[in-house]
């Protein structure tokens, strides 16, 4: 499986922008999908957005299309996930995942075999 390590998160004001990381080793990242969910305090984890492993489609929550834009380098192993216009309750831990499935939806855990340690972003109102 492949490993992965998010960085990037942290303090932002209601209206600030973060650029979340998530830095792949073990496998060859170009052949898994990836994709990031958070989990807010108390509430379970929710799917944010989604990557192919070519790097197209796209796909994003509702909540945050127009605001996120997920991406990846696969010669730098990393997928980012930028976020703009952060709001208070998008405040949560992080988390990147990779899944080598190549067919199917990305929008649900089960799809992802691998999963990072999670980044906390806090947004403060």
């Known amino acids: 499986q492949v490993q992965l390590v998010e960085s990037g998160g942290g303090l932002v004001q209601a209206g600030g922008s973060l650029k979340l990381s998530c830095a792949a080793s073990?496998?060859?990242?170009?052949?898994?999908?990836m994709g990031w969910f958070r989990q807010a305090p108390g509430k379970e984890r929710t799917f944010v957005a989604s990557?192919?492993?070519?790097?197209?489609?796209?796909n994003y929550a509702d909540s945050v299309k127009g605001r996120f834009t997920i991406s990846r380098d696969n010669a730098k192993n990393t997928v980012y996930l930028q976020m703009n216009s952060l709001k208070p309750e998008e405040t949560a831990v992080y988390y990147c995942?990779?899944?080598?499935?190549?067919?199917?939806?990305?929008?649900?855990?089960?799809?992802?075999?691998?999963w990072g340690q999670g980044t906390q972003v806090t947004v403060s109102s």
């Open positions: 995942a990779a899944s080598n499935a190549l067919f199917g939806s990305l929008t649900s855990e089960g799809a992802y075999t691998s």
């Open positions: 073990g496998r060859i990242f170009s052949n898994y999908d």
């Open positions: 990557i192919r492993w070519s790097g197209a489609p796209t």
